[in-house]
């Protein structure tokens, strides 16, 4: 794969197309201006809501107007993260987070004036104005919290202090992809390789353990450099949102969230229950990965290297080719929804210093989603574009079935969507005759279920954890935050790995501390695909149907209701313990792939 020092160097055809949702800035200032006239109007709905008529046309309103600053927030963001350093983009993005603060707060009339309807009035609206069945299922869920919002006043002061929210994750990502030199390494070969936050876990994955451990090294040293920074970025996010829970009378951030997702606690004490009952299912994948490596003693830095003596680079059209071959068990309508990702050029692949590290899909209630990568030819990157691509086509099916209004879907969902098409693309290398793509199917199973359930269950245990701490009245310091992951990372993988100098540093560079408990929706989606995609792969009767009615489930269905559209209880421990299950049996394969002889295809 190409490296390209800027955003200039890179092909057209590997840049994310946006002029479908507008041609250039100007065009985009044109629709701020606009919209900056035109939603002041929302007020004078102010005090009629209780009106059927007058609720109805403010709820077309209100979303229509939501739905056209989401657009402008997508074309900014993206905008944004291709370019970092680029002033214009900077400002745009502020700007449409500013409108966006401007509307929460004209509108925020709008929940108060619900919840002081009695519950009579509140019925009689659907009767006095059967339009209003459209929304019903988003008002009966703003109702519902009528013990949680407070006055009109009161959380229109909530909505201009909570302004600058966003700002936490956007400087902890501004301090580690552009701000900091890492340095340098030389690879095997000589060459001499700029170290980057969208880089390091490519670097982590090199051949040479000298290069692995020297990477990893200077990265941790220079993270080392503003662990105080940073935890004080985490700490202050995390007081923060203990203040607004306690505000909107929750007892906690978490009771706050669970409420929100509409998913009881039991289903994730009973996956933590079944990780750390079977945490040996990880200890065995760590001595596989020693025995693969054949050392001595396995370092954190050596647990992503490439098990497979097959080294292939892949180019974006091959990934692009692999891609569709193996998602063709979907049927042609989802092959067709991915030449249309491909084609019309919704994917921004290529890295380069002052671009966001990582992969994302971002999607509104009118455009296709876009994707953000950082490929680097890898097999990981190829999982990488199937797992984006997932949530992208997800998006495409539910906005064919779905209002405006209902065009999303809990991230204790969406995952489902983005890691089945992990699973299918490995599962695809298992039907080779060659011994090498199979064991690299399997290697990347493992992977998969490693980083999104382990590894998801340990650093989520990790977030509940530092939540706990502050409101026992404590500060997040660096000194704490590394030795809860060491101990946390240790009570789940006992002896079976070292963790080295700044392995405990991880806490810094995870931008989902960010968002809430999200790191939870991994281990409850990967769980629920591992055992989908293998359905799907043994053409269970009426499979593929059922997953696209689950794929095209908006957020008038709550997550308990969509799975069931699978057949699958997520309130059922047995879930868990299967899922582990499968990963523990692909570990035994594993090793007796391993004493096969070599191919002869």
Same mark, same amino acid.
């Given at each position: 794969m190409k490296e390209y020092k800027n955003r200039l160097e890179v092909p057209e055809k590997y840049k994310v197309n946006l002029t479908d949702m507008y041609k250039n800035t100007q065009e985009w200032y044109q629709e701020y201006n606009q919209i900056l006239n035109e939603y002041p109007k929302v007020e004078k709905y102010k005090g009629k809501l209780g009106n059927a008529t007058d609720l109805y046309d403010f709820l077309c309103e209100a979303t229509l107007i939501d739905s056209r600053i989401t657009d402008l927030y997508i074309y900014a963001q993206v905008s944004h993260d291709t370019e970092l350093a680029n002033e214009e983009f900077s400002i745009m993005k502020n700007k449409i987070l500013q409108l966006n603060s401007e509307f929460n707060q004209i509108s925020a009339f709008f929940a108060p004036e619900i919840l002081r309807l009695s519950k009579e009035k509140f019925q009689n609206?659907?009767?006095?104005?059967?339009k209003l069945n459209d929304f019903q299922v988003y008002l009966e869920e703003i109702y519902s919290e009528k013990d949680?919002?407070?006055? *009109?006043q009161e959380e229109e002061m909530i909505a201009l202090l909570t302004e600058t929210f966003q700002s936490y994750e956007d400087i902890s990502s501004s301090l580690i992809n552009s701000e900091h030199d890492y340095g340098t390494i030389r690879l095997k070969n000589g060459e001499i390789k700029k170290i980057a936050a969208n880089n390091i876990s490519f670097l982590?994955?090199?051949s040479s353990r000298t290069v692995r451990k020297n990477a990893q090294r200077k990265f941790g040293q220079k993270l080392k450099q503003y662990e105080d920074t940073a935890?004080? +970025?985490? &700490?202050? &996010? %995390?007081?923060?949102?203990? @203040? +607004?829970?306690? $505000? @909107?009378?929750?007892?906690?951030?978490?009771e706050e969230k669970l409420l929100d997702i509409h998913i009881s606690n039991e289903v994730f004490e009973n996956m933590k229950t079944s990780a750390k009952k079977n945490a040996f299912a990880l200890q065995n994948y760590y001595r596989l990965i020693k025995k693969i490596l054949n050392v001595r003693t396995l370092h954190k830095y050596d647990i992503r290297v490439p098990w497979n003596k097959e080294e292939k680079a892949y180019t974006i059209e091959e990934a692009q080719k692999?891609?569709?071959?193996? +998602?063709?068990?979907?049927g042609n /309508?989802? $092959? *067709?929804?991915? /030449?249309?990702?491909? *084609?019309? @050029? &919704? %994917? /921004? &692949?290529?890295q380069y210093k002052g671009k966001v590290n990582g992969g994302y899909s971002i999607s509104g209630y009118k455009y296709p989603s876009r994707i953000m990568l950082s490929f680097n030819g890898t097999f990981d990157d190829v999982l990488t574009i199937a797992h984006e691509v997932g949530h992208s086509i997800h998006h495409e099916y539910i906005c064919a079935k779905n209002l405006l209004w209902y065009r999303e879907t809990s991230t204790f969902v969406a995952e489902v969507a983005s890691l089945t098409n992990e699973f299918l693309v490995n599962q695809f290398l298992l039907s080779s005759k060659r011994k090498e793509q199979r064991l690299l199917g399997i290697e990347n199973i493992l992977k998969t279920f490693e980083n999104n359930f382990f590894g998801a269950v340990i650093e989520g245990e990790i977030e509940q954890k530092m939540y706990d701490y502050v409101m026992d009245g404590n500060v997040l310091t660096a000194d704490y935050l590394n030795a809860l992951v060491l101990e946390n990372f240790q009570d789940y993988e006992q002896k079976s790995v070292v963790n080295d100098n700044y392995a405990e540093l991880s806490w810094i560079t995870r931008s989902h501390y960010y968002s809430d408990f999200y790191l939870y929706s991994y281990a409850l989606c990967v769980a629920v695909a591992i055992v989908l995609a293998n359905r799907i792969i043994h053409k269970e009767e009426n499979i593929v149907n059922k997953y696209k009615e689950f794929l095209s489930s908006g957020s008038n269905l709550q997550p308990k209701e969509i799975y069931q559209k699978l057949g699958i209880n997520i309130e059922d421990p047995a879930i868990f313990d299967e899922a582990i299950k499968y990963f523990n049996n692909y570990i035994q394969e594993y090793n007796l792939i391993m004493e096969e002889g070599e191919s002869n295809e």
């Open positions: 609206l659907f009767k006095e104005n059967p949680h919002i407070l006055s *009109e982590r994955s090199n935890s004080d +970025l985490l &700490y202050n &996010y %995390i007081k923060n949102n203990i @203040h +607004l829970a306690k $505000i @909107h009378k929750y007892n906690s951030p978490w692999l891609i569709k071959e193996a +998602l063709k068990v979907l /309508d989802y $092959i *067709e929804k991915i /030449d249309k990702v491909f *084609e019309n @050029h &919704y %994917i /921004d &692949y290529c």
